[in-house]
């Protein structure tokens, strides 16, 4: 059987990725878990999304492959370091999200972030995929880099409530 | 002393580090003292300087240099937390205290009355100076270790300067080549 967290996890690995910032969500804990023990990442946890989108910018001008794990109300925090940092840099990024506030969200505060964040990213004019079937996954991760590095901007992933 | 002098006592020392530079007239005053391609001036994202340059310092070997503002260290607090607990071996961080946002006309920040180097060493950095009590020149020739916070203490006043005549891809690009050269 496929696992949720394993096939994130093989997709991270298949796209290289080896530079990653991370705000928690309880749905990213296995995943934190494992990407905390690899030791071709490095992993740096972070006080707020948008300092780690920062570090993710100094990393990539070294070379690193970078991604962020988070929550998308993490988005929130993360809009003027999308913009006024990636877009104007023309900076490559994934975003490897935890989309709550969807259908069967059981915590209230959540909903109305998750509604707001596909308006969010279409509004900021970053590509962002939705994905709810496991079997998506790794391959959504694995072509993620090569894909944001040619449009020359982030990508996200939004993984919905019902993936995990 | 302002800004300009004393970003210009900074660069005079510089080799081959490297440099973040921040939003508005910090940046624009280290492109008129010494514009090099290791500088990188952050033209947008207020508050992110110190952040890129931790990225920076824990993927590679090269000293890193961080040119804040106070306005821009307070607007992102948690990056003093995440720099003394990341703990790299390569990073200082200048905070040119004017007690004011001096890009967008001096207003006055809080480090008035609140102090920027109590809070560095309340976080843990051991290694957090004055800027007129150290020699930095010597900071910068030996091994570093663990992070540095240095606080310059200045007067408000931004020098008559033009803006940054490259793009933000040019400055990115030549950048990252020497970094990675
Ligand atoms: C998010 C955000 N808020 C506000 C601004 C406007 N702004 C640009 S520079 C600046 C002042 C920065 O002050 P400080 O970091 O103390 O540096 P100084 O200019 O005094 O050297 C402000 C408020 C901005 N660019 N971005």
Redesign the interface.
Request: glycine share 16%; proline share 3%; hydrophobic share 40%.
């Given at each position: 059987m496929l696992d949720s967290t394993e096939s994130i996890y093989k997709g991270i690995k298949n796209a290289g990725i080896n530079?990653i910032v991370s705000v928690p969500c309880v749905n990213l804990k296995k995943l934190l878990e494992k990407i905390n023990n690899d030791s071709e990442i490095?992993h740096?946890?972070?006080?707020?999304e948008?300092?780690?989108?920062?570090?993710?910018?100094?990393?990539?001008?070294?070379?690193?492959k970078i991604a962020i794990l988070m929550q998308n109300s993490g988005l929130g925090n993360s809009i003027?370091?999308l913009?006024?940092?990636y877009e104007?840099?023309?900076?490559p990024l994934i975003m490897i999200i935890s989309h709550r506030g969807t259908k069967g969200e059981p915590i209230i505060g959540q909903v109305p972030m998750g509604k707001a964040t596909p308006n969010l990213f279409e509004g900021l004019g970053i590509d962002y995929k939705r994905i709810e079937k496991i079997e998506k996954a790794e391959k959504a991760v694995s072509e993620s880099w090569k894909k944001s590095e040619s449009l020359k901007k982030p990508i996200a992933l939004l993984f919905d409530i019902n993936y995990w | 002393m302002e800004r300009y002098d004393a970003i210009k006592e900074i660069a005079k020392n510089l080799t081959d580090e490297l440099v973040?530079a921040n939003i508005g007239f910090p940046s624009r005053e280290l492109y008129e003292i010494k514009d090099r391609a290791e500088n990188?001036y952050?033209?947008?994202?207020?508050?992110?300087?110190?952040?890129?340059?931790?990225?920076?310092?824990?993927?590679?070997d090269k000293k890193v240099i961080v040119l804040d503002g106070d306005g821009s260290i307070l607007m992102?607090l948690?990056?003093l937390?995440?720099i003394f607990n990341?703990n790299p071996s390569n990073f200082i961080l200048i905070a040119l205290d004017n007690s004011a946002y001096g890009s967008t006309g001096n207003q006055e920040t809080y480090c008035k009355n609140t102090d920027l180097l109590k809070i560095a060493k309340s976080i843990g950095f051991k290694k957090a100076f004055n800027f007129k009590d150290i020699d930095f020149k010597e900071i910068l020739s030996e091994d570093i270790e663990e992070p540095i916070f240095i606080h310059f203490k200045i007067n408000p006043g931004n020098a008559d300067v033009g803006i940054i005549d490259l793009t933000?891809?040019k400055?990115?690009n030549r950048?990252?080549e020497i970094?990675?050269k």
């Open positions: 530079f490095t740096v946890p972070v006080t707020r948008e300092e780690g989108l920062g570090i993710c910018a100094g990393a990539y001008l070294a070379g690193k003027n370091a913009t006024s940092l104007l840099y023309s900076f | 973040i990188f952050m033209l947008g994202s207020m508050g992110l300087a110190s952040s890129i340059g931790l990225g920076l310092g824990l993927s590679q992102n948690g990056s937390v995440t990341q933000p891809d400055i990115k950048f990252k970094v990675n």
